[in-house]
């Protein structure tokens, strides 16, 4: 659309250039965050593509091997686009952002059926007597086949609470959803289909190897003397792994949230509020100072400003009221950051107005939200204007009081300067002159009026008459206004009404019948949840509320709040379906409960990236930590459907020697399904302070840290676990 209009007012570059009209086009241009955004993100797919590609060659060290895993990328996310594209769904950041997130993912189910079908044709040529090439194939791809498909049904499961979230939220986070499941849905058919099918032909006859790849021979070794290490030292372990799990979730719940981060578009949206009654020539001088002030910023490429409203205008904005369209050059997160710093330093060092400071997509998702371009509101209800006024300045003092509260707003100031004219009606009827005579006067005084046309050719130009701009800048001068009566005479107003300054107000909110005013805020450097605990407290104690007159909280930083609790309570609620399916996949209760042993293992990895990127838990965030939940429970059902096949297919008895066994054997695939999956959300974590990855950024952080920190635990003390607390049915089949 942008490039369509762009296109059209080229065309009108001559007929602006006679009219002497200088247009200005790039104050503020939406698609260049829509454009700069999609460009980061598919960069970020095709670096984490690259890297998933050393990985398989690391691992396999077999070109055919790694490229039957890697063709698994590109075919399940063109599926799941063109499932997306054939029923409706537009490829947005969220929807990218959804691929990008899964871009890891859909190669694991390949891997692990690869890996798998690999060392089981080594094996076979060992043989005395080698199997057939379909025989092997298909045995080893059965042998895993349980464990992918639950895997894979687990890790889209986890993410259908994101679809039924309510709200904003909803409306953000469910395309990334869908765009997740679909491509982790159509991964799995792939790995059920394509790859056995391109294993056959690629790996059958010209398969040479017989030893491991010289990588997983180097690791095998150490990894053995490391779980010897770790079954000779299990208590000692286990305490120091319950300690750093109660340590973790303690801090998970003492992170700082937020709805959603700071979003970086490269513009900025500043509003500013005078005295109400301020004209709009005061507005303008004090916009011109503010410009000239905002452009001396290192970074900032263009101011704008527009002032009152416009004649047929939606917003009921007095001339007191400004807004400024503020661009920056291309900068990075931390940049825009400091940009945003520096105009708040600025506006909060200018007298009489108060401000608020946004980026566009932020100031959208608020509004739609509350109503208002605040994170936090709070509405007061009631019938007496002047008890709601008196309390909406109590509320706006308590916020003051309240650490990390900026932009603090009355959204209907009272007290706005008012003309007010009472007409002498015996007067005006000794006179002979209507109300409406006097309503028409001041019209054409101040409104101006249409007293008639000129026709000049085909056109048709209104005359219009109105009072001398100076003139209409002195309230004194109203009462001169000529008035003619019934015999043609001439009156001046203040001889037939009194006029008399008074004080009023612009606009007065109504929301369900009822009056309201409403008083809004921003939240810096505070946990947005305690913040609203500790106003939600000071408010109810210190304003009365009576059936009369009572407030409402609302904002994004209440969404925030409803959302998280939605989520957690929808995840768990998942959490029954993913036990029903580990339980499936594994056969035993006791071995399933053991397979949880990984979230805390997960958190813990989770947190820290927190901590280390600087973030505020964000709805996204929590997303982050429900996919990694279903990740990390792949790499259990792994490891103990392994140990099953082994003890129940093969005969092993449950031991030292076969959890050892088992461990090694599923090595490869545990790391390079987890090293494939966090290498691919790298380059997004990495500097995700940026347009496009500010939402994806923590999510892909999250994951790489839990990923980190639950394979390694899952790789240590889960067959240590498994021996001592773990059962197997030897010799079931």
């Known amino acids: 659309v942008s490039k369509e209009v762009e296109q059209t007012l080229k065309e009108f570059e001559p007929v602006f250039k006679n009219e002497a009209v200088t247009f200005y086009e790039h104050l503020f241009r939406p698609a260049d965050y829509i454009e700069k955004s999609i460009a980061n993100l598919s960069g970020h797919l095709l670096i984490g593509g690259l ?4 990985i398989l060659y690391l691992f396999l060290f077999n070109i055919r091997t790694a490229f039957i895993s890697a063709l698994a990328i590109p075919v399940s996310l063109i599926g799941a686009v063109i499932v997306l594209l054939e029923t409706g769904v537009n490829l947005n950041i969220m929807v990218l952002g959804g691929l990008a997130i899964a871009l890891g993912e859909v190669v694991d189910d390949a891997i692990i059926d690869t890996e798998n079908i690999f060392r089981r044709l080594r094996e076979n040529r060992l043989l005395a007597q080698p199997l057939p090439v379909a025989i092997v194939v298909y045995d080893a791809s059965i042998e895993v086949r349980s464990s992918v498909v639950y895997a894979s049904f687990i890790v889209a499961l986890v993410f259908v609470p994101l679809l039924t979230l309510n709200g904003v939220a909803g409306r953000l986070f469910a395309p990334l959803g869908y765009s997740y499941i679909l491509a982790i849905l159509v991964s799995l058919l792939v790995a059920l289909t394509l790859t056995p099918a391109l294993c056959f032909v690629l790996l059958g006859s010209s398969l040479n190897e017989t030893d491991d790849p010289p990588l997983i021979k180097r690791i095998k070794p150490l990894y053995k003397n490391l779980l010897g290490f770790v079954f000779r030292r299990f208590n000692r372990l286990i305490v120091g792994s319950i300690i750093l799990c109660l ?56 101011v704008s400003q527009w002032a009152g409203r416009a004649e047929r205008g939606a917003d009921t904005y007095g001339s007191h009221y400004s807004e400024y369209e503020v ?13 945003m710093n ?42 007496d204007l002047n008890v709601l006024d008196a309390q909406a300045q109590i509320l706006a003092r308590i916020m003051r009081e309240i ?47 249409v007293v008639g046309k000129n026709l000049q050719g085909n056109k048709t130009i209104n005359i219009a008459v109105a009072l001398a701009p100076e ?14 009566s019934k015999d043609g005479t001439l009156v001046r107003l203040e001889q037939v009404a009194e006029i008399r ?7 007065i909110l109504h929301q369900g019948s009822q009056r309201r005013q409403a008083v809004t805020c921003n939240v810096i450097d505070r946990d947005m949840d305690a913040f609203m605990e500790e106003l939600k407290a000071r408010v109810l104690k210190e304003i009365p509320v009576s059936a009369a007159s009572y407030p409402e909280f609302t904002g994004a930083a209440v969404e925030q709040a409803q959302a998280r609790n939605e989520l957690v309570l929808h995840s768990l609620l998942a959490g029954v379906g993913v036990m029903v399916f580990i339980y499936i996949a594994i056969g035993s209760l006791r071995n399933a409960i053991l397979a949880l042993i990984n979230l805390p ?61 088992g461990a090694q054997e599923r090595l490869p695939s545990i790391l390079m399904t987890a090293l494939v999956t966090a290498l691919a959300m790298l380059p997004i974590a990495f500097n995700s302070d940026n347009p496009g990855r500010e939402i994806m950024g923590p999510m892909a952080a999250i994951i790489v840290g839990g990923l980190a920190s639950s394979t390694v635990l899952n790789l240590m003390l889960l067959p240590a676990m498994l021996l001592k607390f773990g059962r197997f049915n030897e010799g079931h089949h």
């Open 403 to 449: 650490p990390g509260a900026t932009d603090i707003q009355l959204r209907s100031p009272p007290a706005t300067p008012l003309l007010q004219i009472h007409l002498n009606l015996d007067q005006l009827n000794f006179l002979g002159i209507m109300p409406a005579d006097i309503v028409n006067t001041l019209q054409a005084a101040y409104e101006t009026r």
């Open 247 to 302: 340590s973790g979730i303690f801090a998970f719940f003492n992170l700082n949230s937020n709805f959603l981060p700071e979003l970086r578009e490269g513009h900025y949206i500043v509003h500013t509020t005078s005295i109400p009654g301020t004209s709009l020539q005061e507005s303008l001088r004090i916009g011109s100072k503010l410009s000239e002030q905002f452009m001396a910023v290192p970074g900032i490429q263009t």
């Open 51 to 54: 890297f998933v590609l050393i």
């Open 342 to 383: 520096r105009l708040r330093e600025i506006l909060s060092n200018f007298p009489g107005i108060v401000f608020e400071v946004n980026t566009f997509l932020t100031e959208r998702v608020d509004e739609t939200i509350s109503g208002y371009t605040a994170p936090v509101v709070v509405n007061l209800y009631g019938n």
């Open 601 to 661: 293992f997960a958190l813990i990895g989770g947190v820290i990236a927190v901590v280390i990127t600087d973030a505020n838990l964000s709805v996204g965030s929590i997303v982050g930590f429900v996919t990694l939940f279903g990740i990390t429970v792949r790499n259990s059902i792994m490891l103990l459907s392994h140990y099953r096949y082994l003890v129940e297919v093969k005969g092993n008895c449950w031991s030292l020697e076969t959890a050892i066994q």
């Open 471 to 484: 003139l209409r800048q002195q309230p004194e001068s109203i009462g001169h206004l000529p008035v003619r």
């Open 327 to 339: 661009r920056l050059n291309p900068l990075s997160g931390a940049g825009q950051q400091q940009v």
């Open 501 to 507: 300054h008074t004080a009023s107000r612009y606009n």
